[in-house]
């Protein structure tokens, strides 16, 4: 089936090369894309405040870059793209699927572009952050809707937010960590070893302006939780306090610092990539901490390649892809991103 329809994964991008020209571009991109947690005058302010905290910032990631051989992110983003256009041909769509990052190449407002240039009817676009939160999903989903907007306002836009409680996503999560585990002969619910559930952080004042992010995170736990038979379990957030400013709590080391066991497990639920927050973070930094309180550290790696991934993004899209009631999927209008053609798996029941 020929479709005029495009269909693009939304990301974060890493620089796959431990350059301080890759580095820093990336970081300003980012600190000025979240100005809005500082007060700025104008916007020359901001921007020299983003180029600030840029370079104070690239040296130490720099390093991080060259620990782990670059970030692998795009790689694997890219293949989950072919995955998916395997996927959507096998249920008789010929779709080609396009990657667009909201800080590297491929840029978003270089893909919105190039897919408003096209002879498309409609664009959907999916952010491949199960979590949804207002810096990633939405901020990508409004920067692209502004990008294909301005290059073509007659392209319409679909977009699927939030999708963790997908049960095919929630199952294979699941079945990831149970696989570690049993190869391992590891038992979660003994009394020497704890689940640690790392999240990636957030500003407080986004939860305070009314993001769920941390409703997600809590049910996103206590559901792998009760699929593996755990009743106590630790979670701790991958802060980034750039600027002064509360984050979400308690940070990860400070959760690592209460777990009362000899073994810990750490399952980074927020990623659908191995990248520098995994990779660095947890397997280096997190790991020499775990080490230093006499804990044995034990990382769940991220499901990346799991071939079901094609298969829950492809439900994502379908409804819009063969023209029927996203409801059918579940999918409801998106209360994070209140604007029409945006739909998730996460809106209340009204």
Same mark, same amino acid.
């Given at each position: ?54 370079n ?16 692998p ?13 395997? *996927?959507?041909?096998?249920? =008789? ?10 800080? #590297? $190449? !491929?840029? &978003? @407002? ?42 073509n ?19 294979l ?25 790392s999240?990636?952080?957030t ?27 755990? *009743?106590?379990?630790?979670? =701790? ?10 984050? #979400? $709590? !308690?940070? &990860? @080391? ?81 209360q ?15």
């Amino acid at each position: 089936m020929a479709m005029d329809v495009g269909v693009v994964l939304l990301n974060f991008g890493e620089p796959a090369e431990p350059s301080r020209e890759a580095v820093v571009p990336f970081l300003e991109r980012i600190f000025l894309d979240n100005a809005s947690l500082e007060r700025f005058d104008s916007e020359a302010a901001a921007k020299e405040r983003a180029s600030e905290l840029a370079n104070r910032r690239a040296a130490g990631l720099i390093e991080e870059y060259e620990t782990i051989g670059g970030s692998p992110l795009h790689e694997q983003a890219a293949a989950q793209a072919t995955m998916l256009e395997e *996927e959507l041909a096998s249920r =008789g769509y010929d779709v080609e699927v396009a990657l667009a990052m909201q800080y #590297t $190449e !491929p840029l &978003i @407002e270089d893909v919105a572009a190039e897919m408003a240039a096209e002879p498309f009817d409609r664009v959907i676009v999916v952010p491949v952050y199960p979590l949804s939160g207002p810096s990633t999903n939405i901020a990508a989903v409004n920067d692209f809707e502004e990008a294909l907007t301005e290059h073509n306002p007659d392209v319409e836009m679909r977009a699927v937010t939030g999708w963790h409680r997908h049960p095919t996503y929630t199952r294979l999560r699941f079945e990831n960590i149970r696989s570690v585990i049993d190869g391992l002969e590891i038992d979660l619910r003994a009394p020497d070893t704890e689940l640690l559930f790392s999240a990636h952080g957030t500003p407080v004042s986004y939860l305070e302006a009314g993001s769920r992010y941390d409703t997600y995170v809590e049910e996103f736990t206590e559901t792998m939780a009760a699929l593996l038979g755990v *009743e106590d379990y630790t979670l =701790g957030f991958q802060n980034h306090a750039n600027r002064d400013i509360p984050w #979400t $709590e !308690p940070d &990860i @080391e400070a959760a690592l610092e209460s777990v009362d066991a000899d073994r810990v497990v750490v399952e980074p639920m927020s990623f659908l990539h191995e990248q520098s927050e995994t990779l660095h973070e947890l397997d280096i930094e997190l790991k020499a901490e775990a080490q230093d309180l006499g804990l044995d550290f034990v990382r769940v790696p991220v499901p990346h390649g799991d071939p079901r991934l094609g298969s829950v993004i492809g439900d994502l899209l379908e409804p819009f892809l063969a023209d029927f009631d996203p409801g059918y999927h579940q999918l409801r209008p998106c209360q994070c991103r209140d604007e029409p053609g945006t739909f998730c798996l996460n809106a209340p029941l009204e």
